[in-house]
């Protein structure tokens, strides 16, 4: 019986360069970037492929992502 990230992730499409770029509003350049830092990715019948589950937590471990908005509409001060 699978989890359900299990599940998910069998669901989850693979996105291409150009779609991770789209989905965080970022340029192909930063992208490779956080590639040669480590930043999960497969190559899958030669093109390199991500799976936003998987990258969301990397670059958020890293320090290039930060969640501001506390979940309920409302907004958590920085901190020091």
């Known amino acids: 019986m699978l989890d359900a990230r299990e ?13 991770l770029c789209a989905y965080l509003a970022c340029s192909e350049k930063w992208i490779e970037l956080r590639m040669t830092e480590g930043m ?6 030669g093109r390199i492929k991500f799976r936003v589950s998987e990258v969301e937590p990397w670059l958020e471990a890293r320090g290039h992502l930060e969640r501001i908005g506390d979940g309920r ?5 920085p901190g020091p």
């Open 7 to 19: 599940e998910f992730v069998k669901l989850e499409p693979w996105l291409d360069k150009a779609g």
């Open 73 to 77: 509409g409302g907004f958590r001060r």
């Open 40 to 45: 999960p990715h497969a190559r899958i019948a």
